[in-house]
């Protein structure tokens, strides 16, 4: 398994997860940081992250890109708060960023991922104030503050707009997960 | 799921923009022993959530891929030559997990709420930066410890104090640290025997430089009751001025920031 070569330390192993995940990383890395000198560096740290966690990932849990990716953010959000400061500039979302359409599931530009998928589900179902928020913060990358001055909604609203969506796209995984744990049991 | 609004609140603030340090203890204090459960899970469903906008598949330029690797094997090169105590800690695998359990192990890392406020740039050792032969790589630690005396003119040995901690009753021994080398030893007599799947000791380093709030992950360690143990330290960053080392207690693989509910030992420089 990739995961426990990774965790070893084995070359081979942080070859095949540059393949795998290389554009994933590079591209979260350049969409949440200011420039490509600090995405490099954040490619570093979210490589030596996967290292250090690759011998926890369980695939009944996750697909192995939710795994990469949340990982990457987890470290992307660390820098951005370090860096106290939010990045546009040259990024890949870019000046007409500030999206929150969902793209066309038909064209298939999404991640080939199962998670994806059903958070693609939930978000749909929705309300657009909702939707809207969590793609501002997530895909975005803004503050919650920012994002109610973006809104013009009280940020607690935003909090909860928040927080209602990514409760409903966890409750959406959490089905999944339970039905693959009782395919597993099932004799 | 927890259905307290606040503690939601704040486990959302923190998958998205990440929370200040009266925030991650709140969370802390509110979840206790959910808190991993919760973050996995919605940390993955946030991360979900930006997979699903795609936009994902942009190449990574060869130069930088070439330096992450490089990163990464010189990182794992050197946790394999300098240290007989693993660092990577995998938890056996629960092949039905409860329902409530379901995260059980899946991210435990996710404490790093205070990784947030931790400086960790770099904390990756220096590559090609170790002065002592390969031969003394592999030695075992007290010799390493002996050769760093000998050899780094800056060692500073500094006695271990214990506290009023049981654990701490009848422990010695002490710290060798070389900040030019950046390397260390713990060395420990009467220290209690820990079961590791309960809780497991964590060294921390007080730098000046730093805000005292977050002190310098020294690793994590076991003492299995077999006398006189030397630990090799292994600081997460570079440490610019030590001014204490600390030795608490901890969850099994050690936390980002400690409570500091039980510390055991210090040691203080200068």
């Known amino acids: 398994m990739l995961w426990e070569r990774l965790a070893q330390g084995e070359p081979a192993a942080v070859d095949e997860a540059l393949s795998r995940f290389g554009r994933l990383i590079w591209s979260l890395a350049r969409r949440h940081t200011p420039d490509q000198a600090e995405a490099e560096d954040a490619v570093q740290d979210i490589l030596l992250d996967l290292w250090k966690c690759a011998g926890r990932y369980d695939a009944r ?31 890949l979302v870019g000046d007409d960023g500030l999206t929150v359409d969902l793209p066309d599931p038909r064209a298939d530009k999404a991640e080939a991922n199962a998670d994806a998928a059903l958070a693609m589900q939930a978000l749909r179902e929705l309300p657009g104030h909702e939707r809207e928020a969590i793609l501002l913060s997530t895909y975005q990358g803004m503050s919650h503050s920012q994002i109610a001055a973006h809104t013009n909604q009280p940020l607690g609203t935003v909090k909860t707009y928040i927080r209602r969506g990514l409760i409903r796209v966890r409750e959406r995984l959490d089905r999944r997960q339970d039905t693959a744990l009782g395919e597993e049991a099932a004799p | 799921m927890t259905t307290d609004n ?63 690797r490089q990163a990464y094997l010189d990182a794992a090169s050197n946790e394999s030559t300098t240290d007989s105590v693993p660092t990577l800690r995998h938890r056996p695998r629960q092949r039905t997990p409860a329902p409530s359990a379901r995260f059980g192990d899946r991210l435990g890392w996710l404490i790093a709420a205070a990784a947030l406020l931790l400086a960790v740039i770099g904390w990756w050792p220096r590559p090609g930066d170790w002065p002592l032969p390969e031969t003394t790589r592999r ?7 002996s050769q760093l005396l000998a050899n780094a003119g800056d060692a500073v040995e500094l006695p271990w104090q214990a506290t009023g901690d049981p654990a701490a009753t009848g422990a010695a021994g002490d710290v060798v640290w070389s900040h030019d080398r950046q390397v ?19 060294l921390w380093i007080f730098d000046g430089s730093r805000d005292d ?3 310098v992950d020294g690793g994590v360690f076991d003492i299995d009751g077999s006398g006189e143990i030397i630990v090799p330290i292994r600081a997460k960053l570079e440490v610019e001025a030590p001014v204490l080392f600390a030795v608490t207690i901890e969850r099994p693989g050690g936390v980002v920031v400690s409570s500091r509910e039980r510390i055991v030992l210090m040691a203080k420089v200068g």
């Open chain 1, 61 to 91: 849990f996750g697909s192995p890109a939710t795994f990469v990716a949340t990982i990457a953010r987890r470290r992307l959000i660390d820098r951005r708060r370090r860096n106290q400061r939010h990045q546009q500039g040259d990024s």
């Open chain 2, 6 to 68: 606040r503690s939601l609140d704040l486990l959302v603030q923190e998958v998205t923009e990440g929370l200040d340090a009266a925030g991650t203890m709140e969370l802390r204090q509110r979840l206790g022993a959910d808190l991993d459960d919760e973050l996995s899970a919605f940390a993955f469903a946030a991360a979900a959530s930006e997979l699903a906008m795609g936009g994902l598949d942009h190449e990574m330029p060869r130069a930088v891929r070439d330096k992450a």
């Open chain 2, 184 to 202: 260390g030893f713990m060395r420990f007599r009467g220290l209690a025997v820990n079961d590791p799947s309960d809780h497991q000791y964590q």
């Open chain 2, 213 to 215: 709030r977050f002190p």
């Open chain 2, 139 to 145: 030695a075992e630690p007290e010799v390493r410890r």
